[in-house]
């Protein structure tokens, strides 16, 4: 018996996942790259954490926010990688009704977090360039703390109806996803059901949300470019570019994938599977490995020179 009756609603008791449709023939050996990134991403973002703990120079806004991106990262990496793996190798395409919903939250629940994240990042860039002076009396700990847990709260609550809506509904015979980890847009085309509701949801958090994110990221860029590019010194013109170099990198690899699976989702009608779904994994792969790497080489670069700057103090006392 396929279909469980609770309510009114009826669900089936676990869903197929395909992986990637198209390339049936060839998922083992493309779960290797996969599984390297993964690993990465894991090894990068915990090696992250300790290291932003245990330094004072890193107890800044940007690297707090930093440590709140990581913990994300780590979330989203592991609530789809082993399953997308063990799909690649082991051929386990099974996932149970409920583990599926709980993944399709933590997706899109962290993703609207990671989003909100940026835009926290791209606001302390406008401070740090537009008011150094002011900088760590604006952005204190407790505000960098409050900015981090309402992006949280916000990601939570505004994903929780995708859940409620999909699990009162009932569902088609076919339990075929043609994905490697349960998303809302695929779930619900399996649902017999009405889903204009779901679907116009679905819209409403992603323009009212993330397109909210777009905005004031974009803003917040075209005043700090406005004022480095009226600094009278091109070596204070290099240094604040330099300060949010990164983030425009990391801003770049999470929104492009993203953007175009959302598209692809709605519009994309004659994109060629495949495509979508490599898009799709790698919106899941790409930024959680990236992320760590990028503020990495800028962490380190801030090291050498808190190092430089105490040896020329040292030296200077010695004489």
């Not at 983030?247 to 599977?273: E, S």
Request: glycine share 6%; aromatic share 12%.
């Amino acid at each position: 018996m396929m279909l469980t009756s609770q309510n009114s609603s009826s669900h089936p008791v676990s869903f197929i996942l395909l992986g990637i449709p198209g390339l049936e023939n060839f998922q083992f050996g493309v779960a290797f790259p996969f599984c390297a990134m993964y690993v990465v991403a894991l090894v990068s973002n915990i090696t992250l954490l300790p290291g932003i703990r245990t330094d004072p120079t890193l107890h800044e806004p940007m690297y707090l926010f930093l440590a709140m991106l990581a913990i994300t990262d780590l979330v989203l990496s592991i609530s789809t990688q082993p399953k997308m793996l063990a799909i690649f190798w082991f051929h386990d395409h099974e996932i149970e009704y409920h583990a599926c919903l709980i993944q399709l939250f933590f997706i899109h629940a962290f993703s609207l977090v990671e989003s909100g994240l940026l835009m926290a990042m791209a606001l302390d860039c406008y401070v740090a360039v537009c008011f150094p002076l002011h900088h760590s009396s604006i952005l204190t700990p407790s505000v960098v703390g409050k900015l981090g847990g309402g992006v949280m709260m916000r990601g939570l609550l505004w994903v929780s109806p995708f859940c409620f809506l999909v699990s009162r509904m009932p569902f088609c015979p076919s339990r075929i996803i043609p994905q490697s980890y349960c998303e809302h847009m695929a779930v619900l085309k399996l649902v017999c059901a009405d889903t204009r509701v779901n679907r116009a949801y679905g819209l409403f958090v992603a323009f009212s949300v993330v397109g909210f994110d777009i905005i004031v990221i974009s803003v917040s860029y075209v005043i700090i470019l406005r004022t480095v590019l009226g600094l009278p010194s091109g070596e204070a013109r290099l240094k604040a570019f330099g300060t949010c170099a990164s983030h425009i990198c990391v801003i770049l690899a999470l929104y492009i994938p993203a953007l175009f699976t959302f598209l692809t989702h709605r519009f994309g009608h004659h994109v060629p599977r495949v495509v979508h779904v490599m898009f799709a994994i790698l919106y899941l792969l790409v930024p959680p490995m990236f992320n760590p790497i990028i503020y990495g080489i800028r962490t380190k670069q801030i090291r050498d020179r808190v190092i430089q700057g105490c040896s020329r103090k040292d030296s200077q006392l010695k004489a």
